[in-house]
């Protein structure tokens, strides 16, 4: 374990060093400030103008328009933010709260002139400017009321009078700038704080460091000492935070995350760009022109993302995707968030029509995350969709998942990943022994191997799996994993195939040799119907009117059978997990294993069309 954590501090010492070479950081980054507001993603009041008439053409910014006018509407009458941190540790919805109003009222004031909205978005920011704090010890908290207070200053700073822009940018600067320079500092001592953002190379960095440069940008020209030096600590931090996209747009914590995480590293790109003509080299570090392949390759054809590590089933509307295809000229991104959008305000800004259409591959594979997805087609709901997941359980947000998949076909998730459990559970983030006693944490709350199942996490907490073999072809595409190090003590050796032949079925293979004769476990969770035959050699799924066939094939002693998505008699039995109603467990139980190949195939009511013939992985 030692070891492995040494190895892991190498890592990253190396790359803040590789990262130092490729980011300049000037000695007065505002050197070319522009005096005038806006300057944060917009550059002038010409261009909320140029909105309103795009909307009288073009559909899309026309029910960006009413859309963001009804949400504005609605917000008039709802109750004043207030200081409220009901679990004891988050001001975040609040912020979060705060931070929509923000975007929605003064968008809704500048394409109306409605002095409304602007008098009901300063109710909202007086009340925050009264608040005790923004919660620094959570600093997400305080980076995303930063934000807010930074937009509100800057689009309609010529709406506020005097006094008013005085209570905003104090707040800027005592709530957030210098809380979050206490951090740049290193001034925060460990219990004050959960992460410690400037050294970070998660989700925390991005957010944090936007928040914290908009703040500093919106008031620049009044306050440039300070502002110099957030700019200034935020593009040496950053870079370890956009380090995780390369080399090929790949991100552990998951789609769910690489939503957040990229909403606040544009809109930190974006607001550079905006306000200092430049992003300081931020966009071309490696990955980041072909990130949102990610998103488009781990979402299933239902439009739903794997939700490996902590996630929640939301699709990917992030309109980031619309900066992303205009700033590295990609309309397959254009084309899929506009299918899916939620016509925001920033939909409305980064909107950007491609006539021009482009394509990724129908299967991909992202080499340093060690995650992969197979499918029969782009653009057909009904088509077949495998996620993979490899990786490493140390990377952040992650779970004992290794080897675990998802499987869709015919517009339904048939095997399914539960995402995250809720945060608020005791010590939920605790990786010293709390977390990995939860059940959707746990490698049995996946689709996945458990050998030997005990008090002990089931899986080993630093393995790794590596996709060691990738391959798409017309009639067969398959990915293999390299399971030994997810079973350390356990295995003398395990790989896992996924293989989508002919694009009409799925066979997922596991090839094992253990230490010693063990017990173990293969599972994948559905919120289907399951229905076992006679033998347990098969299992018909049903849902919604449809069905799937799943097959054991190999081994010749081996049945299905059907258990509850819940803990294992030999688990830690930990309080608050969630039920999982609705939800049921394919499982296979095999005892005295010394050596296995399991071999299911799965594939549309009547069977795979051809014989599925058990071949050695090494064969495939």
């Not at 200081?83 to 809704?108: C, H």
């Not at 002919?502 to 229905?531: C, G, M, Y």
Request: aromatic share 12%; with cysteine; net charge positive.
């Amino acid at each position: 374990m030692l070891r492995n954590i040494v190895q892991s501090l190498i890592v990253l010492l190396f790359f803040i060093q590789s990262i130092k070479a490729q980011i300049n950081v000037p000695e007065n980054p505002l050197a070319n400030l522009q005096k005038y507001h806006p300057r944060l993603l917009l550059k002038s009041f010409d261009e909320f103008d140029d909105l309103n008439k795009k909307a009288l053409t073009d559909e899309f910014i026309m029910d960006c328009r009413k859309n963001i006018l009804l949400n504005a509407d609605s917000i008039l009458s709802a109750p004043v933010c207030k200081y409220e941190i009901p679990d004891g540790l988050r001001l975040l919805t609040m912020s979060r709260l705060v931070l929509n109003r923000t975007y929605v009222l003064s968008m809704a004031y500048r394409l109306t002139k409605n002095k409304k909205y602007a008098e009901r978005l300063w109710k909202d920011l007086l009340s925050a400017s009264q608040f005790p704090d923004w919660n620094p010890y959570h600093f997400l908290d305080d980076a995303e009321m930063t934000h807010a207070f930074a937009i509100g200053y800057d689009w309609l700073f010529d709406v506020w009078n005097t006094d008013q822009k005085k209570v905003i940018k104090q707040a800027i600067l005592d709530k957030g700038l210098s809380r979050g320079l206490l951090y740049y500092d290193k001034l925060v001592p460990d219990k004050g704080m959960i992460v410690n953002f400037p050294l970070s190379n998660s989700n925390w960095n991005s957010v944090c460091n936007a928040g914290m440069s908009m703040g500093a940008l919106a008031i620049a020209d009044e306050e440039p000492l300070v502002a110099s030096k957030i700019i200034k600590n935020a593009l040496k931090s950053i870079p370890l935070a956009l380090e995780a996209f390369a080399p090929d747009g790949g991100f552990a914590e998951g789609p769910g995350y690489w939503s957040y995480s990229m909403k606040y590293n544009v809109a930190l790109m974006a607001s550079l760009e905006s306000a200092l003509g430049t992003d300081f080299g931020l966009s071309e570090m490696p990955g980041l022109s072909v990130t949102g392949n990610f998103v488009l390759a781990m979402s299933g054809a239902t439009g739903y993302p794997y939700t490996y590590a902590d996630a929640w089933l939301e699709k990917v509307d992030n309109p980031v995707l619309f900066w992303l295809s205009k700033k590295y000229n990609n309309p397959l991104y254009f084309s899929y968030l506009k299918s899916v959008s939620t016509k925001s305000v920033l939909d409305m800004i980064w909107y950007n029509p491609h006539s021009q259409q482009n394509s990724i591959p129908l299967d991909n594979s992202f080499s340093k995350i060690n995650v992969a997805s197979l499918r029969s087609a782009w653009n057909d709901k009904n088509a077949w969709f495998v996620g993979i997941k490899g990786g490493y359980n140390q990377d952040n947000h992650s779970h004992l998942d290794l080897g675990s998949f998802i499987l869709e076909r015919n517009d339904i998730r048939w095997f399914t990943d539960f995402g995250a459990e809720s945060y608020n559970v005791p010590s939920y983030f605790d990786k010293n022994k709390t977390r990995w006693t939860y059940y959707r944490v746990r490698a049995e709350g996946h689709n996945t191997l458990v050998i030997n199942p005990d008090q002990n996490p089931d899986q080993n907490l630093f393995g790794r799996a590596p996709i060691t073999f990738f391959k798409s072809e017309n009639n067969k595409s398959f990915a293999i994993l390299d399971l030994k190090d997810a079973y350390t003590g356990k295995v003398l050796s395990a790989q896992r195939g996924f293989a989508l032949i002919n694009k009409n079925h799925v066979v997922i293979q596991d090839e094992i040799r253990t230490e010693k004769p063990s017990e173990l476990f293969w599972f994948a969770h559905t919120p289907a119907i399951i229905s076992l035959s006679k033998n347990g050699k098969s299992a018909t799924l049903k849902k919604d009117g449809k069905f799937l066939k799943v097959e054991l094939i190999s081994p010749a002693n081996a049945k299905f059978e059907i258990m509850e998505p819940k803990l294992l008699p030999s688990s830690i039995q930990s309080e608050g997990n969630d039920k999982n109603a609705g939800f049921k467990k394919l499982s296979i139980h095999l005892t005295n294993v010394i050596e296995a190949t399991i071999t299911v195939a799965i594939s549309d009511k009547g069977g795979s069309k051809n014989k599925v013939v058990v071949k050695p992985l090494s064969k495939w």
